[in-house]
């Protein structure tokens, strides 16, 4: 199995900065893709941004040229820098990943626990 962990949630003002980091461990053979997603109440979860394990990107219209994707391959840890957030920001941000374990199981659907991002004055 998979366990990613995130953190770096909180409560920040708008116009402020937050890094989130989240880290896969376990029976790792590959991790492949990376992404962010989140969600508000009431609302779907929704993409943020995914960069694949060759350091493409993608980001949803919402988080471009303010939001920054990065990975460190060696320790299986995707980061998302938040900048100029805004209160329409706040929800749970969930880590995903596409990963192969060393029993061959490919799974796209690991997902980490969840952290809070608040925006609010």
């Known amino acids: 199995q998979v366990q990613l962990v995130e953190s770096g949630g909180g409560l920040v003002q708008p116009g402020g900065s937050l890094r989130l980091s989240c880290a896969a461990s376990?029976?790792?053979?590959?991790?492949?893709?990376m992404g962010w997603y989140r969600q508000a109440p009431g609302k779907q979860r929704e993409l943020v941004a995914y960069?694949?394990?060759?350091?493409?990107?993608n980001y949803a219209d919402s988080a471009k040229g303010r939001f920054t994707i990065s990975r460190d391959n060696a320790k299986n840890t995707v980061y998302l820098q938040m900048n100029s957030l805004k209160p329409e920001d706040t929800a749970v941000y969930y880590c995903?990943?596409?990963?192969?374990?060393?029993?061959?199981?490919?799974?796209?659907?690991?997902w980490g626990q969840g952290t809070q991002v608040t925006v609010s004055s």
């Open positions: 995903n990943a596409d990963a192969q374990l060393h029993s061959g199981i490919y799974s796209s659907n690991y």
């Open positions: 960069i694949t394990s060759g350091g493409s990107t």
């Open positions: 376990g029976s790792i053979f590959s991790v492949y893709a």
